[in-house]
């Protein structure tokens, strides 16, 4: 293949925190258009980083040398400047003064992971059948993407569990000048988390876009037969209608998940999300 992505020399992805959690997943590209195999590639300029949890849309050019902390799902841009305030100040252990955009990160990342999931179940599968060493490729391909979603959302339920102590702290410190909505936020993430995780877990057996799926389906099973075996040919091989179709149904999917699971806090009235990435 060509035109592929590129991480230069030395560079890192900082996924660990002062307050040792690691729900820091960054999404570099996304699942739905992803899985086309004709996006323009993500460049990753040499001795630089990222600080997770990012979003990061095809097309995107980080410069040589530039730490970025932020988000840029809409992608085709050059980020040149990643630098923080340069500044003192106290550091509080145990206080999250942000939530917003790291619950959002996180909640997209493992739709992503489902979506993804459903790709393999649906249309990969179709390119593994050939023997019994390419079944068991397949099968050892769908654990690993099983334990990446156990392990996304594990590493958030960690997260979850540490805002009431977050919130306790956060109003002493701030003795009454305190923002209620990110009190309130820590406290209903809290109190709403065996909810949130029932539902991530039922979203991973749910089918979504039942009619859209099948159709996208039909289509990659005739150019199979027509084409061969090859997954790259065959998939780079459709036209844009399909193309759109295909990433409409993977899209829906993401969306439905994110839609479901932040309605249940205020999270969504704060900072709400769209099919590009957040707002």
């Not at 570099?28 to 040499?46: A, H």
């Not at 996304?152 to 209620?180: C, F, Q, W």
Request: glycine share 8%; with cysteine.
């Amino acid at each position: 293949m060509k035109n592929l992505p590129e991480v230069g020399n030395s560079y890192i992805h900082f996924n660990y925190t002062p307050n040792q959690d690691k729900a820091t997943a960054s999404l570099i590209g996304d699942v739905p258009r992803g899985v086309m195999l004709n996006q323009k590639p993500i460049f990753l300029g040499g001795q630089g980083g990222l600080v997770g949890p990012s979003r990061l849309g095809y097309g995107t050019v980080i410069a040589a040398g530039v730490i970025y902390r932020g988000d840029c799902p809409e992608g085709g841009k050059l980020l040149i400047d990643g630098r923080i305030k340069k500044t003192n100040s106290v550091f509080y252990p145990g206080i999250y003064w942000n939530i917003e955009r790291r619950i959002l990160n996180n909640i997209n990342y493992i739709a992503s992971l489902i979506a993804l999931r459903q790709w393999y179940l649906s249309v990969r599968i179709q390119f593994f059948q050939e023997n019994f060493m390419s079944q068991k490729l397949y099968e050892g391909a769908l654990e690993k993407l099983d334990m990446a979603i156990d392990e996304r959302i594990n590493r958030l339920k960690a997260l979850t569990y540490k805002m009431p102590k977050s919130a306790e702290h956060y109003e002493k410190i701030l003795k009454g000048k305190d923002s209620k909505v990110l009190v309130n936020q820590k406290k209903e993430l809290f109190d709403n988390w065996q909810e949130i995780e029932d539902a991530l877990f039922l979203f991973r057996k749910k089918l979504v876009g039942i009619s859209e799926r099948n159709a996208f389906l039909e289509k990659v099973a005739r150019d199979r037969e027509k084409r061969g075996n090859n997954y790259i040919k065959v998939i780079q091989g459709l036209d844009k209608e399909w193309y759109a179709k295909g990433t409409s149904w993977l899209q829906g999917i993401v969306d439905k998940i994110n839609k479901e699971i932040l309605k249940k806090s205020l999270l969504l009235k704060i900072m709400p999300i769209d099919s590009n990435g957040l707002k």
